[in-house]
């Protein structure tokens, strides 16, 4: 039951860039056909629908439809039993098989539709108990696998005659002996982002002035929120009180008044206060005249009798408003503390400097009372704080001068904010330099001198029009995190590209290799980041869900697993490629993984871009070392049917956007019949327009065999009612083997 390898190995097909419209028709040189209704011995079938049994439908086992196909030595056809009825909970009885197959085609129209015969099967089985959990068949001896265990899509035979099978419910791998035993545990699908963080690790989601989304902002309930939501960092901006205590608000002004004194924005309800009416002040900040109320005019004990009211209440609501406290920093640590002697759970802090210059205008060190803070409450630990400035200056003096003489050393990180911006330090020095000289590759390389991060606004990531930059390549070119800030779930702060969805632009920053983010929803950041980080991609049919789990957790679309699964023609390496696009990935993006048989270890071999208009893959098959077919299809049939097409990838040859070049070698809406093999070829045309395509394998270097999945027994094929049969064709491809055409 080896694969005829030898013709394989001798082709070698040149990329080029021929595309459907140019494409010479590939030809049909022999034609066969099972009938739908083709049952093989085994119990009754059919019965259940929608996870309820009812009447069995079937005398037996359909033999169709098929997902995967392989030729074998012995000159034998062997195709894999799809998982039966479409679903995991109508194919309960169904059994997973793979069935021998002759199939003699037709090669000229006197010779009738081809003979096929079904010589037998293989059933798949688990005798030994490898599955680790309940399958249908669990307590009889051959535990005969259904259709409501695995969904098998795709199989190679292995040079030691074992057959390794791919599966959607996980997407598992799946390693059979020769005659179906399975022979270890599934393989689950590793997550293969292919996104490294500066140093590979997962990405932080820090929540911006807590969940200050959906609480009043700065507040011990807005950081509570944000760590029961699953924030791994709490950010505070800091100011200082009059005597001299780091308190959580985002700027010194907590009420802003106009010209006539109208409040024009609050963060406590200090204005509504008769007792302090006589504290509004006019005062400079950063250049800037403003006046209102400032922290640093009130003692700590004033300040606590002042509540919270939300900042933008026209966005979030008054529901919190006049509820919560101003917090200290070392309430904010006591908070953290507390939540680790409850849960285990190490948050870390995040907090900002804000306005050094204007507050040592004003008496203060901020960074030396942050740390003298952080040093009295014993919070010194380097993985749970980052230290962040829009000046650079303290920075520099947290780094050479404030922590060395307190004996600590934690991770700082330089705000980033637009280009017409500059750090106010620079301006109050005379320095006309703005925040782009922070960002060319001295500058970074500069700021890499006492920072280990970089928080820019996100469009220095993400450009107004939606294009992602490469800004986080250079930095972390030079060695520095990077921390975006700040994104926010209301439609308003979405770009058009995001459709409403704040998740989408979370997962492009993290895509562009982002390793945090700044975001006023942490709980939405947290399960975004989770799934990107997760590590193992899962469909809704994993049956850690179907255990209990929250199928919300999965990463990848029914149906959407190894549809295409082809071993290297060394025989050293598996590759499966998922039909669907893993969350957080580019749309229409399909990874292609790579498992080393001898070492068990994955790697992501690339990724494979479907056509516009097609949904997903139809199977893999191996061409020579480095290349393979493709089937790629859309999701109609019938006259609407568009998109079924054979691709020829190169492993080594990329596009732009590190993604497999593609070669069109066979348009399957476009086959010559000019001998009317197939009796649907009209007009000398045969197109092949089923929903599924599943089967294809290279016979010899100038033939490909093609088979439908008929997803039994479905219909729609070849029309409204008719029963889809599995065709097989023998296309004879166009111009091979240069089909680029150069
Ligand atoms: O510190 C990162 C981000 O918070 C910067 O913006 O103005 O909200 O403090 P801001
Ligand atoms: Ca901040």
Redesign the pocket.
């Known amino acids: 039951m080896r694969p005829l390898k030898t013709a394989l190995l001798a082709l070698t097909l040149s990329l080029g860039g021929a595309c459907a419209a140019t494409l010479p028709a590939v030809t049909l040189t022999g034609f066969a056909q099972l009938p739908a209704d083709t049952l093989a011995d085994g119990p009754a079938s059919g019965a259940w629908n929608g996870g309820l049994r009812g009447q069995t439908r079937f005398q037996g086992q359909p033999v169709q439809g098929f997902s995967g196909v392989q030729f074998t030595a012995g000159g034998e056809y062997l195709f894999l039993s799809d998982n039966g009825f479409g679903a995991k909970n109508n194919s309960a009885d169904y059994l997973l098989r793979l069935y021998r197959l002759s199939v003699a085609p037709n090669t000229a129209a006197k010779d009738g539709t081809g003979q096929v015969g079904v010589r037998g099967f293989i059933n798949l089985r688990d005798p030994d108990r490898r599955v680790p959990w309940q399958i249908v068949n669990e307590a009889t001896p051959d535990r005969l696998l259904t259709g409501a265990d695995f969904d098998p899509e795709g199989f190679v035979v292995a040079p030691d005659g074992t057959l390794w099978i791919g599966d959607e419910f996980g997407p598992y791998l799946l390693h059979f002996s020769a005659d179906g035993r399975l022979l270890g545990a599934p393989t689950p699908t590793p997550n293969l982002h292919g996104r490294p963080t500066l140093r590979g690790q997962n990405p932080i989601v820090i929540a911006?002035r807590g969940s200050s989304g959906t609480r009043p902002e700065h507040t011990l309930d807005s950081y509570r929120v944000a760590i029961e939501g699953g924030a791994d960092f709490i950010?505070p901006?800091l100011v200082v009180t009059k005597d001299g205590v780091l308190v959580a608000r985002?700027e010194p002004v907590m009420v802003v008044l106009d010209k006539d004194g109208k409040v024009t924005e609050a963060t406590t309800d200090v204005a509504t206060r008769p007792e302090f009416e006589d504290r509004v002040r006019t005062k400079t900040l950063d250049g800037t005249s403003v006046t209102g109320y400032w922290v640093e005019d009130f003692t700590l004990a004033e300040l606590k009798t002042l509540r919270a009211v939300e900042r933008l209440p026209a966005l979030r609501g008054r529901a919190f408003d006049g509820r919560f406290e101003v917090p200290t920093l070392a309430e904010i640590i006591a908070l953290v503390r507390d939540t680790e002697t409850r849960t285990g759970r190490k948050v870390g802090i995040y907090p900002?400097t804000k306005h050094p210059t204007y507050m040592k205008a004003a008496g203060f060190d901020t960074g030396q009372l942050l740390i003298d803070t952080l040093t009295r409450e014993k919070f010194t630990d380097p993985a749970r704080v980052f230290i962040?400035s829009f000046e650079t200056a303290n920075l520099r003096e947290l780094k050479t001068r404030i922590m060395p003489a307190a004996g600590v050393t934690l991770p700082l990180v330089q705000?980033v904010s637009g280009h017409t911006e500059a750090p106010y330090d620079w301006t109050a020095s005379g320095d006309t330099r703005r925040y782009d000289a922070l960002t060319t590759p001295e500058g970074l390389r500069d700021l890499a001198t006492y920072a280990s991060g970089v928080?820019p606004t996100k469009r220095w990531i993400i450009t107004d029009r939606g294009d992602t930059t490469d800004f986080v390549t250079r930095a972390h070119a030079a060695g520095l995190l990077v921390h975006p800030?700040?994104l926010r779930s209301e439609p308003t702060y979405l770009l058009p590209t995001y459709a409403g969805n704040p998740e989408e632009e979370m997962r492009q920053l993290l895509r562009a290799g982002v390793d945090g983010f700044?975001t006023d929803f942490p709980a939405t950041g947290a399960r975004v980041a989770a799934q990107m980080a997760a590590p193992e991609v899962r469909s809704p049919q994993h049956p850690a869900f179907t255990q209990g789990t929250s199928s919300a957790d999965a990463t990848l679309g029914a149906s959407g697993g190894f549809e295409g699964l082809a071993l290297s023609a060394d025989g050293t390496t598996l590759y499966g490629l998922l039909e669907k696009t893993v969350t957080g990935d580019l749309p229409g993006q399909l990874r292609l993984n790579a498992l080393n048989l001898a070492t068990r270890q994955w790697s992501l071999a690339g990724r494979y871009a479907l056509d516009a208009g097609s949904d997903a893959i139809g199977d893999l098959a191996t061409v020579n070392d480095t290349q393979y077919l493709v089937l790629e299809r859309d999701s109609k049939v019938h006259t609407d049917a568009r998109n079924k097409r054979v691709y020829l990838i190169d492993l080594k040859r990329l596009n732009a956007d590190g993604t497999f070049q593609k070669t069109l070698i066979a348009d399957l809406m476009n086959i010559a019949d000019p001998q009317g093999l197939a009796p649907d070829t009209r007009g000398g045309t045969l197109t092949f327009p089923y929903v599924t395509i599943e089967n294809v394998t290279l016979l010899n270097p100038t033939t490909l065999l093609i088979a439908n999945d008929n997803n039994y027994p479905a219909t729609g094929g070849r029309g409204p009612g008719v029963k889809d049969d599995t065709q097989f064709l023998w296309l004879r491809l166009g111009e091979p083997p240069n089909l680029g055409g150069r």
Do not use: M, V
Request: charged fraction near 25%.
């Open positions: 911006h950010e901006d985002h900002e962040q705000l928080g800030w700040t700044f």
